[in-house]
């Protein structure tokens, strides 16, 4: 609410430079509520951005927390997920003048679940720079070489990822597995997977941005 708040401020203290603002989902609401009272004089209007759905993580790490393993979703996390942070979401969504989200399931939640009509919601597929076309060559006596990059935690997917490579490497024995920009230490890392996917298992907690393109096209 005080990021939400201040970002409001801001736009409110630079309202004329601006044809449009541009807020990361949930953080326009407050911004939002201004617009709806004030209308044009709040300021310009607010496009909201959103990459996921946040029913779809709920779904998701409900399942795990059945599991005993959602860390970050015990009952509190539950609690405080339902009665303030999906309404902000809500008022972020509800208050935006257009909203443009990167998958077909963001699409289709806001214009069915929050009654967005289709010419307030938008749905714009992400991009790659040119530095990731990678010219390469594939042969078959290669070792297949799965790539995750992302935050280790939970609402990742990181269990299923594990149980899954378990799976995977009994079907193909010289399958490998790189995690990378996982920011935690390595052994925290491996301690999700069995001891016979140790020698298969490459961790990298920090990347450089410059390096990502290369670390694609390695996999």
Not at 83 to 97: G, K, L, N, P, V
Not at 140 to 162: E, N, Q, R
Not at 203 to 215: D, G, K, S, T, W
């Amino acid at each position: 609410v005080e990021f939400a708040r201040a970002v409001a401020g801001y736009v409110a203290q630079r309202k004329t430079e601006y044809d449009l603002i541009n807020i990361y989902a949930p953080y326009g609401f407050w911004y939002g509520f201004l617009r709806r009272r004030l209308g044009r004089d709040g300021g310009p209007p607010y496009v909201l951005t959103m990459h996921g759905i946040e029913e779809r993580r709920n779904y998701a790490m409900a399942l795990e927390a059945r599991k005993g393993r959602a860390d970050y979703f015990r009952w509190r996390n539950q609690v405080w997920q339902h009665f303030y942070h999906m309404r902000t979401y809500r008022w972020s969504i509800e208050t935006a003048d257009q909203c443009i989200v990167t998958n077909r399931e963001a699409l289709l939640i806001l214009q069915m679940q929050y009654g967005l009509v289709p010419d307030r919601v938008w749905f714009v597929p992400n991009g790659v720079g040119p530095e990731f076309f990678h010219h390469r060559t594939f042969s078959s006596t290669h070792s297949p070489k799965l790539l995750f990059v992302g935050t280790w935690i939970d609402h990742k997917g990181i269990y299923p990822l594990a149980e899954s490579f378990d799976q995977i490497q009994a079907l193909v024995p010289n399958v490998q597995l790189t995690i990378a920009g996982c920011a935690l230490p390595e052994k925290q890392v491996r301690e999700m997977f069995c001891a016979g996917a140790q020698a298969s298992i490459f961790v990298r907690p920090f990347i450089a941005r410059a390096e990502m393109p290369a670390v694609y096209a390695e996999h």
